[in-house]
Antibody, heavy 114, light 111 residues
Framework: QLQLQESGPGLVKPSETLSLTCTVS??????????WGWIRQPPGKGLEWIGSIYYSGSTYYNPSLKSRVTISVDTSKNQFSLKLSSVTAADTAVYYC??????WGQGTLVTVSS | QSVLTQPPSASGTPGQRVTISCSGSSSNIGSNTVNWYQQLPGTAPKLLIY???QRPSGVPDRFSGSKSGTSASLAISGLQSEDEADYYC????????????FGGGTKLTVL
């Protein structure tokens, strides 16, 4: 069974870039069986899909975030990453990585504040 | 405002059957399958139902899903106190270049 674990800074300054990594264990990130994605949840609010990357390399992003988001895969490390640029306080949220929206990491809180 | 519409709250007493609705459009629920997630307080969402009505291994058969047209429903029978959680529906949306969309979530209270 796949296990996912998010890692990265818990505090990011406004206007800077948020960078998170998701480490996958229990399976290969290169497998065609899965796609990999990021979802976030602002405190006390609902879930928001950020984007996904497929084994083919194709990426799909939330239209409302597309201009600021990059998702990439590092097959050598069995990891995939999220970069969100020009962050504001509105980007403060728990960020989850997920495999095929089936397997989820535990989530990591990222606060945007100076 | 979420693309998929769910009631913000639902409630029931132990043993009851409750249903949670999820309304969408032709570009999401109308043309793609629906997933349901359960989020217990302070934890990550857990897949409860996939492909409209399929349960992953380990999910009790008290949970069931259905879809009709541009709407979907999650039913929980034999309600238990541990079912108190937030529930979210999700579906792929074919509009623009494609994206996953979620419902706003329904907080289920077991009275």
């Amino acid at each position: 069974q796949l296990q996912l674990q998010e890692s990265g800074p818990g505090l990011v300054k406004p206007s800077e870039t948020l960078s998170l990594t998701c480490t996958v264990s229990g399976g290969s990130i290169s497998s065609s069986s899965y796609y990999w994605g990021w979802i976030r949840q602002p405190p006390g609010k609902g879930l928001e899909w950020i984007g996904s990357i497929y084994y083919s390399g194709s990426t799909y992003y939330n239209p409302s975030l597309k201009s600021r988001v990059t998702i990439s895969v590092d097959t050598s490390k069995n990891q995939f990453s999220l970069k969100l640029s020009s962050v504001t306080a509105a980007d403060t949220a728990v960020y989850y990585c997920a495999g095929a929206t089936v397997y989820w990491g535990q989530g990591t809180l990222v606060t945007v504040s100076s | 405002q979420s693309v998929l519409t769910q009631p913000p709250s639902a409630s029931g007493t132990p043993g009851q059957r409750v249903t949670i609705s999820c309304s969408g459009s032709s570009s999401n629920i109308g043309s793609n399958t629906v997933n349901w997630y359960q989020q217990l307080p302070g934890t990550a969402p857990k897949l409860l139902i996939y492909s409209n009505n399929q349960r992953p291994s380990g999910v009790p058969d008290r949970f069931s899903g259905s879809k009709s047209g541009t709407s979907a429903s999650l039913a929980i029978s034999g309600l238990q106190s541990e079912d108190e959680a937030d529930y979210y529906c999700a579906a792929w949306d074919d509009s623009l270049n494609g994206s996953w969309v979620f419902g706003g979530g329904t907080k289920l209270t077991v009275l």
